[in-house]
């Protein structure tokens, strides 16, 4: 679904476990989520249009 780069287990590519979509202050799109090994909080930007596809294949709109 969404995948993002775990900065405490410093894996990129991690696949996110629950994914949230937020719409940042500017307009852009964010990623919110937890790596499925340690359960860190991870994040990634994303363009509209990728964000649109992840909502799509699962991930929670949260705006």
């Excluded at 719409?23 to 852009?28: I, L, R, S």
């Excluded at 790596?35 to 705006?63: H, L, Q, R, V, Y």
Aim: hydrophobic share 35%; glycine share 10%; charged share 30%.
């Amino acid at each position: 679904m969404v995948n993002a780069y775990c900065v405490k287990c410093k894996k990129k590519g991690q696949e996110m476990k629950d994914p949230a979509i937020n719409k940042t202050a500017k307009g852009g799109f964010m990623a919110k989520g937890a790596c499925p090994d340690c359960g860190t909080t991870m994040c990634a930007m994303m363009s509209k249009d990728n964000a649109e596809k992840a909502i799509e294949e699962g991930a929670k709109k949260a705006f």
